[in-house]
Every structure is written in C-alpha cells, then in structure tokens.
C-alpha cells in the first residue's frame, strides 16, 4: 500500500496539491487527525490493494499539538507494517502567505481575536515542525501559481510511486531569489553570460544557439562536467539511505540562459542512466 500524506502551512496549497492527486485517481481524504492514522491505514489497506489505487491524506495544525508530536513514532509505526509513507510538505514565505489571506479574505485556522495573522502563521510554523522533519519532499510555492504546483504535484509523485526516487532539476535567477525548497543550490554566474551578446540575448538555454556558445568555452564545459561529476558519484548515494527525492537548483543572474542550458543538458544526459528527473525553469514559466 501506497501512502501519500499532504501537510504543510494554510495557504501554501495543500487542497490543490490533493485535488491534483484525485485526478490521477488517489483515494484521498483531507484534515485527518493523526491519532487516526494508522486505524485508517489499516482500514483502507486491503481495499487499495484490492483495486491497486494509491491514498493520499491531508494533514494540517488544526490536529492538537500532542497528536501532531507523535507523528514521528506513528509514521515509525506505519512504515514498519510494509506501508510505504511519501510525505510531501508545502511551504511559502511569510510575505506570501500573509499576501494570499489578505487577497482572500480567508481567516487562517490558528488566527482569532488575540491572536494576529503573522502570529498564527508563526505558530503553525512551529507545531508543524514533526511533520517538515519527516518529509520526504518539499514544495516552496512562494513564487508558484495554482497550474505549475498542479503540475509539479503530478509529476513529482506520479513518478515518484513508480520508481521510489525521483530527482527535481530546477533553474532560477538570483535576482529573484533562491528557491527555499532545494537541497543543493549551485551558482552558474561565474559562467560566459550569453545575456550580453545581442543575437542570443532574446533566446533562452533551451535553444541550439545558446548550448553552441556555452559549449564553445572551456569553463562552461569544465563546471558541466563537475556538476554531472557529482551528481553521478552522489545521487547514489541519497538513493542507498531510502530518500525518495531530491531537488537541485542552478542558478544564473536573470535564470535564462546559463542555468536553464544545465538543467536541460542534465536532465538529458542523466535521465536514462541515474533515475527519474523532473525539469522545472522557474523564470521561464
């Protein structure tokens, strides 16, 4: 039995992410107190394996603060059982979630008369802390719309339900900030910028043109080359300790050219050879 658990803070998505998953056919079922976690793994068990569907449950901070710190001992408890447990958590930074509740109009579920907005969502920030500990992949949708976290919900845990490690290649420009989510980040602005040569400057790393030119210089082969290095030599290993996701960042000044040639020229060459990798250019979409 496949298990899918969807937590993360209010208004980070969590009821898009789970709505995605319905539509690839999940069982799923939202605001599940975690005291009954396990009854209803074990309730639920020999249907989804019956009909061969995968389950998906939404877990948020209306659970009481004891129950959300048991998680760990309950999750513990589930795996052991032969029930493989994917935890996806959503963040988002402050700015955006007091940003969305105020375009909404929508009252955060730990906010009330004492107690303001920016003060509930530190709050749930904290009794949320087992769950994030836990996680297996993070999703920082501070600069992710409701169609790209639909996607990226489907695609991540689509494949990731098939193989049991997938890996997230993502490019973005430092000018707009370094994604939160990521477990390795590398700077590609040391590389030739093709930003400055006028017939490249409108094409982005996607195009011939631009992979031309940063093939052509000796320091854009040599960092490819170390960067596949690495992620060769030790995606391995992240695969050995039964991690099932990993996300690598690489950015460049403006995240169009330079980081975007990486991702796609990685995803190329390692896909068919270390695991499943899904591409996402943050700038471009």
Request: proline share 4%; glycine share 6%.
């Amino acid at each position: 039995m496949n298990m899918s658990i969807i937590s993360g803070l209010s208004g980070s998505g969590k009821s898009v992410a789970l709505h995605a998953l319905e539509d690839m056919d999940y069982y799923c079922i939202d605001n599940l107190p975690v005291g009954l976690l396990e009854a209803f793994a074990s309730e639920i068990r020999e249907q989804t394996l019956s009909d061969g569907r995968n389950v998906a449950v939404g877990i948020d901070a209306r659970n009481h603060p004891d129950q959300l710190s048991n998680f760990p001992k309950i999750i513990a408890s589930l795996r052991s059982k032969g029930i493989i447990c994917n935890i996806l958590f959503l963040q988002a930074d402050d700015a955006t979630l007091l940003k969305r509740f105020s375009e909404t109009r929508r009252k955060h579920p730990l906010s009330g008369a004492d107690t303001p907005l920016a003060d509930a969502i530190s709050r749930e920030r904290n009794l949320l802390g087992p769950m994030a500990a836990n996680a297996d992949m993070f999703i920082d949708t501070s600069r992710t719309n409701v169609h790209q976290l639909r996607d990226l919900v489907m695609e991540s845990l689509g494949k990731n339900q098939k193989t049991g490690f997938l890996m997230l290649l993502r490019s973005f420009g430092y000018k707009h900030g370094i994604p939160g989510d990521a477990d390795f980040v590398f700077d590609a602005r040391c590389l030739p910028n093709p930003h400055w040569q006028a017939d490249l400057r409108n094409l982005t790393g996607k195009d011939s043109a631009v992979a031309d030119y940063l093939e052509q210089e000796e320091v854009a082969r040599l960092y490819y080359q170390q960067l596949e290095d690495f992620l060769t030599s030790w995606v391995p290993h992240f695969q050995a300790d039964n991690r099932s996701y990993l996300s690598i960042a690489i950015g460049c000044t403006g995240g169009q050219h330079r980081s975007v040639y990486l991702v796609e020229r990685l995803a190329r060459e390692l896909g068919s050879k270390l695991c499943d990798i899904v591409t996402r250019h943050r700038e471009l979409e």
